[in-house]
């Protein structure tokens, strides 16, 4: 997939290799985060390519990232939107903020600017823009997966989606737990999701069996 799919940008190169030479293992030990954290949470380069020629089709300007890690994900997006375009990156872990923003800003991308962090829990910052009226044309989730059907649900009941915005959601093949029945807790989370997304008519969806697989949804209230 690698080898057949366009490269990404120089700026990408080098988030991903501060990333991976990182001792996230050492961070977790010193208690600086909360819960477990480590180098196989970074998107690949083949879903920074997928999630960019989502976004170019789309037209999208205002985009939501859940779960930012260290930020690979943001600065893939940010480089595929219009100038004036937003990427609005949500991370629980203020330690893991705090090396997203000094990895981007580090890379040296003319796309930077665009990215805003939001530091603390998911669900209570979908809430704070709710709050501020945002709408987004598009969403990445790819957080804590107990929790995927709670922040959807929340973009739904607080009307945060535009007309048409996808809805693009991260690892919902899970190493194959959803359907070889080796369940763990994410599996679990995971699977329960899908019978969710599956089951609500409101909603038109379609897994892509990319890398960990990808759920794309568009809702039709």
Same mark, same amino acid.
């Given at each position: 997939?690698?080898?057949?799919?366009?490269?990404?940008?120089g700026?990408?190169?080098?988030?991903m290799?501060q990333?991976?030479q990182?001792d996230?293992?050492?961070v977790?030990?010193?208690?600086?985060?909360?819960?477990?954290?480590?180098?196989?949470?970074?998107?690949g380069?083949?879903?920074?390519?997928?999630?960019?020629?989502?976004?170019?089709?789309?037209g999208?300007?205002?985009?939501?990232?859940?779960?930012?890690?260290?930020?690979?994900?943001?600065?893939?997006? %940010?480089?595929? #939107?219009?100038?004036?375009?937003?990427?609005? &990156?949500?991370?629980?872990?203020?330690h893991? /903020? =705090?090396? +997203?923003?000094?990895?981007i800003?580090a890379?040296?991308?003319?796309? %930077?600017?665009? #990215?805003?962090?939001?530091?603390?829990?998911? &669900?209570?910052?979908l809430?704070?823009?709710? /709050? =501020?009226? +945002?709408?987004?044309d598009f969403v990445?989730?790819?957080?804590?997966? %107990?929790?995927?059907?709670?922040?959807?649900?929340?973009?739904?009941?607080?009307?945060?989606?535009?007309?048409? /915005?996808?809805?693009?959601?991260?690892n919902?093949?899970?190493?194959?737990?959803?359907?070889?029945?080796?369940?763990?807790?994410?599996?679990?989370?995971?699977?329960?999701f899908?019978?969710?997304?599956?089951?609500?008519?409101?909603?038109?969806?379609?897994?892509v069996?990319?890398?960990?697989g990808i759920?794309?949804?568009?809702?039709?209230?």
């Open positions: 997939l690698e080898t057949h799919s366009s490269g990404t940008s700026a990408l190169h080098s988030v290799q990333t991976q990182f996230w293992a050492d977790v030990r010193r208690g600086d985060v909360t819960r477990l954290v480590e180098i196989e949470m970074l998107s380069s083949v879903e920074a390519i997928f999630l960019q020629m989502l976004l170019r089709i789309s999208a300007v205002r985009v939501l990232d859940i779960g930012m890690f260290t930020g690979y994900s943001a600065l893939a997006m %940010a480089e595929a #939107i219009p100038e004036d375009g937003v990427v609005s &990156a949500l991370e629980v872990e203020p893991v /903020a =705090e090396f +997203a923003r000094r990895a800003d890379s040296g991308s003319p796309h %930077a600017h665009k #990215i805003r962090i939001r530091i603390g829990d998911a &669900a209570s910052t809430r704070e823009l709710a /709050a =501020e009226q +945002a709408i987004f990445f989730l790819d957080a804590d997966k %107990a929790n995927y059907l709670q922040y959807l649900t929340i973009l739904r009941e607080q009307r945060m989606l535009a007309k048409g /915005a996808l809805v693009c959601v991260d919902t093949l899970m190493q194959g737990e959803p359907y070889t029945r080796v369940i763990s807790p994410n599996g679990k989370s995971i699977h329960d899908n019978e969710f997304v599956t089951q609500d008519d409101n909603l038109t969806k379609v897994i069996p990319l890398r960990d759920t794309l949804i568009q809702v039709n209230e």
